[in-house]
């Protein structure tokens, strides 16, 4: 009997020494420290090269008709690289009111500039379709112009943006000569710009639609020169906010 006994107190004395050992293990967790985990540094302004060449190419849209020389979108597109980066930027336009996409390749070919842009911009087309030219025209000829384009900006692809062609229907002087046959305008327009945007596409080439932004010229007065035709200064700068991520993004690279 007394040895049943010795043996219950052993167990239960067993028992509460394990209790006691359970409870301090967890009373008294093991503290950890979390990593520390700093955020990725990012510079919205990464530096582009100190010197950069930029060749505007196009029609009255690049030359501006009817705006100040500084109020054109190449110029402003410029100066807002300027701001942004401290960089020497330098611009040659070749662009003349009422070319078309044959004018354009015919300055090209006779100008023959070197082929050492850092940054090439091509608006072209809107004249095809005001001149009534054959589509097929603009099918042959805008590849050619996007091609001539990538040479002169030394062979990179990426360094290329193409720019939609303004709708001018949505203009004072459009609405008076187009009258009801506004809409057409606008149709014919959208082909222009479709197959220019496929074509880049394509090809991995820059596509900058600004085409709403015009649309919005009988509603938005500002929106237009003071010829009632072409885009204001205002436009132009709506025109250059779209394109500066593209631009940013070629140079960076």
Not at 12 to 24: I, K, P, Q, T, Y
Not at 78 to 107: D, E, F, R
Not at 191 to 199: H, M, T, V, W
Not at 222 to 239: C, E, R, T, W
């Amino acid at each position: 009997m007394k040895l049943q006994f010795k043996q219950i107190v052993t167990f239960l004395f067993c028992v509460f020494l394990l209790s006691c050992s359970a409870e301090e293990s967890n009373s008294d967790p093991v503290a950890t420290t979390p990593p520390v985990v700093n955020p990725p540094v990012t510079n919205p302004n990464t530096p582009i090269a100190s010197s950069i060449n930029y060749l505007a190419l196009g029609d009255s849209y690049t030359i501006g008709q009817s705006v100040c020389e500084t109020c054109r979108f190449p110029e402003q597109l410029k100066q807002s690289l300027l701001n942004m980066y401290a960089s020497t930027i330098s611009l040659k336009i070749i662009a003349t009111t009422g070319w078309t996409t044959s004018n354009l390749l015919s300055a090209i070919n006779t100008q023959n500039p070197d082929s050492n842009y850092d940054l090439v911009t091509l608006l072209i087309g809107v004249n095809n379709q005001y001149q009534h030219r054959n589509f097929s025209v603009y099918e042959k000829e805008f590849p050619e112009l996007v091609n001539k384009a990538i040479k002169l900006a030394k062979g990179d692809a990426k360094n290329v943006v193409v720019i939609s062609i303004p709708d001018y229907a949505y203009t004072p002087y459009g609405k008076s000569v187009a009258g009801d046959q506004s809409a057409m305008i606008s149709t014919e327009i959208d082909q222009y710009n479709s197959f220019a945007e496929k074509y880049c596409s394509n090809n991995n080439i820059v596509f900058v639609n600004i085409t709403d932004i015009t649309r919005q010229g009988l509603s938005n007065p500002n929106l237009v020169a003071s010829d009632g035709l072409h885009p204001s200064q205002i436009a132009y700068k709506m025109f250059v906010d779209r394109m500066m991520p593209k631009v940013k993004s070629a140079l960076q690279d």
